[in-house]
Every structure is written in C-alpha cells, then in structure tokens.
C-alpha cells in the first residue's frame, strides 16, 4: 500500500485523520502563507490554492505517496480574517462578528498517482451574541491568537456559535473527512 502523508502539522487534523483508521505520517510543509495571501486572491480561491501549494511541497519529497494538505480560511462581509496574533486583534475580530454570520472555508487537496483532487467545504457560521465580558473570558481561555478568526471550534470556540451549516460538519475542524474517505478509497486506500 502507499505510504500516506499528511502535510500538517496540526494535532487537530492528525486526530481527524485517525478517525479514518488508517496509517499515515505527517510532515510540516515549507511555505510562506503570509507572502501567499498578499497575492489578493478571494477566500475560496485562497483556501484551494493554499492546500494545493501544501500538498504540492511534500509530495515533492514523496513522489510515490498520496500527500494531502488543507487549509482554511475565514471570511467575514467578504474580508479574509487573518490569525490575530494578538488579544486585542482577537477581541476586534470576535466582537465585530458577534451576533452575525460569516464563512469558513475549508479546502482538502489530495496528490497521489501524479493527479491533484481539491475539495472545498463552506460552511456558515453564526456566532451568538457575546458580551464583550464573554468575549474577554474566552480569549484568555482559549487562547485563539494562531486560529483564523479568532476561534478555536475543537476546543471552547464552539460555544461562541448560535448555528453551523455544512455538508460535512468535520471540515470545521481542518478535514472534510467524508470527502477525504471516499476519495481515499477510489485510490485504493481501505476506509474502512
């Protein structure tokens, strides 16, 4: 069988992958997100494009393996909300979304056999109302500062939100893993 490689270094989607009970490594991609986004791309395009490069960048070093690579992407009133990096920004970003709608937009890219497969996964999000009290706490909890949008929905983030709707309600996290598992056994990948 093929060795399988998740180009990610994110726990999250490692334990989704898992959920897959197959066997599989993870390798860190080599990309510079940041020089990627200044190209002013929209956020769909952003979000296909990223999981591309990602995948792209190890199946370079694994020619003979399936590499997949994700990305997501948040998108609030057609503006593409960055990693806030800071408390403040993180405030500035969950308070202006509070009580509103906004877009996660998760792509999958899968490289195996010479051929890429993208999956993209957009899922609307509604945050509840929050006080800026609610807010405050949240951040300090959990800590969000490297999570687009300002939330974290595998851990407290999901208690920010009032509805979720999505055709795969595992993409929010990371991995459209739906997609993933029959695109995985159309390459002769046993799921389950």
């Keep these: 069988m093929k060795k399988i490689i998740l180009a990610s270094t994110s726990i999250y989607r490692k334990q989704q992958l898992e959920r897959l009970n197959i066997s599989f490594s993870t390798a860190a991609p080599n990309i510079d997100e940041e020089a990627f986004k200044a190209k002013g791309l929209d956020h769909i395009q952003l979000s296909k494009e990223l999981s591309l490069l990602k995948a792209r960048n190890i199946s370079n070093f694994y020619d003979d393996a399936i590499v997949l690579g994700g990305d997501q992407v948040a998108s609030f009133n057609q503006t593409i909300?960055?990693?806030?990096?800071?408390?403040?920004?993180?405030?500035?970003?969950?308070?202006?979304?509070?009580?509103?709608?906004?877009?996660?937009?998760?792509?999958?890219?899968?490289?195996?056999?010479?051929?890429?497969?993208?999956?993209?996964?957009?899922?609307?999000?509604?945050?509840?109302?929050?006080?800026?009290?609610?807010?405050?706490?949240?951040?300090?909890?959990?800590?969000?500062?490297?999570?687009?949008?300002?939330?974290?929905?595998?851990?407290?983030?999901?208690?920010?939100?009032?509805?979720?709707?999505?055709?795969?309600?595992?993409?929010?996290?990371?991995?459209?893993?739906?997609?993933?598992?029959?695109?995985?056994?159309?390459?002769?990948?046993?799921?389950?």
């Design 81 to 192: 909300l960055s990693k806030p990096k800071t408390k403040e920004r993180a405030f500035e970003q969950l308070k202006s979304m509070a009580g509103k709608e906004h877009e996660l937009i998760t792509s999958l890219a899968i490289i195996a056999n010479g051929q890429e497969y993208i999956h993209t996964s957009i899922a609307n999000m509604k945050m509840r109302q929050l006080t800026d009290t609610q807010i405050s706490r949240y951040i300090d909890i959990d800590n969000p500062l490297h999570s687009c949008g300002s939330y974290r929905l595998e851990a407290l983030g999901i208690s920010l939100f009032e509805s979720i709707n999505c055709e795969d309600y595992t993409s929010i996290i990371g991995i459209p893993l739906m997609w993933t598992a029959r695109k995985l056994s159309e390459l002769g990948v046993s799921v389950p």
